[in-house]
């Protein structure tokens, strides 16, 4: 679906877009503030360790600072490119929340233990925010949410450069968390099929009929 580029005041008069805004946002803090019990749950399950070739032939290294570097470098692009925007804004948000319903629902499918070699990724605003837990959280594993969370921008955004930015980012990120053996090949492998699904469901949400550009209020 492709959404009209219409102004904040434009989309604001229109009772639909008030609605779904504020019900997306109530649904991400919600979803926020369960997720550190939901995170120290996975942590504390014992999970199956699983062969991955890729990583056995890749020495682990720390990249973590790089790692957050283009990370934090990829939401701001994205983020001030949505703001502006208020539709792409709001199914962005819509998929960034789907993105995560699956992520926890696959997490709850498929436990796994760390990969052999991991070298912990350490993200100071995250770690303390989301994932609050006495012990650092090692198994939230299928499928990796840095690489998806940069997807999705990318898809978020209008084509140009800004896309084929944070695409390169989503690689780079991808190619990062496999080098610090943080994620196995098939966590990395497997977020751009959820991202797509999550992307597909927002624009169920958002609703065909709502942003047509011709629409009136």
């Known amino acids: 679906m492709t959404l009209p580029d219409l102004t904040w005041p434009a989309a604001w008069h229109r009772p639909a877009f008030r609605g779904q805004l504020g019900a997306v ?76 319903l699956l992520r926890c629902l ?23 925010l989301i994932y609050a837990a ?29 896309r084929w930015g944070l695409l390169a980012g989503t690689v780079a990120i991808g190619t990062l968390v496999l080098v610090q053996h943080a994620h196995y090949t098939y966590d990395v492998l497997a977020a751009p099929l959820f991202v797509g699904l999550a992307w597909w469901l927002s624009g169920a949400a958002v609703g065909r009929t709502l942003f047509r550009a011709k629409a009136q209020p």
Request: charged share 10%; glycine share 8%.
């Open 25 to 100: 946002v109530v649904l991400l803090l919600l979803l926020t503030s369960q997720l550190p019990r939901y995170f120290a749950w996975v942590q504390a399950r014992p999970g199956r360790t699983l062969p991955d070739p890729l990583l056995a032939a890749l020495p682990a290294h720390d990249v973590s600072g790089l790692t957050f570097a283009v990370i934090y470098l990829g939401i701001g692009l994205g983020v001030t490119v949505l703001l502006p925007r208020p539709l792409r804004l709001l199914r962005a948000l819509w998929a960034y929340l789907g993105l995560h």
């Open 106 to 128: 696959t997490l709850y499918l498929l436990p796994l233990e760390p990969p052999p070699g991991l070298v912990l990724l350490r993200d100071p605003l995250v770690d303390q």
């Open 134 to 162: 006495p012990a650092p959280i090692t198994k939230d594993l299928f499928f990796s949410g840095h690489t998806a969370t940069l997807l999705l921008l990318a898809l978020a955004v209008p084509v140009g450069w800004r």
